[in-house]
C-alpha cells in the first residue's frame, strides 16, 4: 500500500550535517508511525529515531540524542532526519519505515514496521 524512497544520503566528514528525506507513496501516510533505522557493516540494523502520526511527540536513540532530528510533514507525504555533527560510527546505511498499525506508538523494534525504504548510504569520514 505504502512505497517509501529514501535519498540526502552521502559522504561527510566528520563534524559535518546530512538531511535525509523519506518520499512515501499512498493515501494514509498521516496514520502511520515513521522510524528511522540504520545498519552498518556486520552489525545489526538499529533503531534510530522515530516520530509520531501528527510529529508531536519524537524518540531517539541514546547514540543520536541531541544530534539529529526526525520531523515529517503529512502534507507533502514526507519524513527527515536531520543530522547534526556526524561521527564516523554514523556511517551505515540509513532506513525509513512505517507502521501501519498504530498499536505501538515511537516503537523501537524493527518487527512493528511494516513498510521500508531501499535505504541510503551515509558515510562520514574521520
Known amino acids: 500500500q505504502v512505497q517509501l524512497v529514501e535519498s540526502g544520503g552521502g559522504l561527510v566528514q566528520a563534524g559535518g550535517s546530512l538531511r535525509l528525506s523519506c518520499a512515501a507513496s499512498g493515501r494514509t501516510f498521516s496514520t502511520y508511525i515513521v522510524g528511522w533505522f540504520r545498519q552498518a557493516p556486520g552489525k545489526a540494523r538499529e533503531f534510530v529515531a522515530s516520530?509520531?502520526?501528527?510529529?508531536?511527540?519524537?524518540r531517539y536513540a541514546d547514540s543520536v540524542k541531541g544530534r539529529f532530528t526526525i520531523s515529517r510533514d503529512n502534507a507533502k507525504n514526507a519524513g527527515y532526519l536531520q543530522m547534526n555533527s556526524l561521527k564516523p560510527e554514523d556511517t551505515a546505511v540509513y532506513y525509513c519505515?512505517?507502521?501501519?498499525?498504530?498499536?505501538?506508538?515511537?516503537?523501537?523494534?524493527?518487527?512493528?514496521?511494516?513498510?521500508w525504504g531501499q535505504g541510503t548510504q551515509v558515510t562520514v569520514s574521520s
Open positions: 519505515a512505517a507502521d501501519a498499525s498504530g498499536r505501538y506508538p515511537l516503537t523501537t523494534r524493527r518487527d512493528n514496521y511494516d513498510y
Open positions: 516520530i509520531n502520526r501528527s510529529g508531536g511527540l519524537t
